[in-house]
């Protein structure tokens, strides 16, 4: 069972850049779909990026295409690069992965859960 490790969290100034990072333990994410989700202060936890296995589909949410990227290896990482940030993008940021061949925007779909990295987003 692969466990994974959030990092990368930090405070940035709005219109600055951030880099996360997801490693994984116990097992390579080869056949794991990727997923990233957020949830700022007072409201539910929500998708923002997914990735398949290969790398080959990604799929994001509205409120960040084309500011946020979703890539991988097949070995123990996962990386997401966020771009354009704004005060609203403040929150605590997850990535999570699942054996089933999917990029749901559904929370309950996704098994494995890193432990979060806060961002925040200020001048």
């Known amino acids: 069972q692969v466990q994974l490790e959030d990092s990368g969290g930090g405070l940035v100034q709005p219109g600055g850049s951030l880099s996360l990072s997801c490693v994984a333990s116990?097992?390579?994410?080869?056949?794991?779909?990727m997923g990233w989700f957020r949830q700022a202060p007072g409201k539910e936890r929500e998708f923002v990026a997914s990735i398949n296995w290969s790398g080959s589909s990604t799929h994001y949410a509205d409120s960040v295409k084309g500011r946020f990227t979703i890539s991988r290896d097949n070995e123990k990482n996962m990386y997401r690069q966020m771009n354009s940030l704004k005060v609203e993008d403040t929150a605590v940021y997850y990535c999570?992965?699942?054996?089933?061949?999917?990029?749901?925007?559904?929370?309950?779909?996704?098994?494995?859960w890193g432990q979060g990295t806060q961002v925040t987003v200020s001048s």
């Open positions: 999570n992965g699942d054996k089933k061949p999917t990029l749901t925007e559904r929370e309950q779909s996704w098994g494995t």
């Open positions: 116990g097992d390579s994410l080869y056949s794991y779909a």
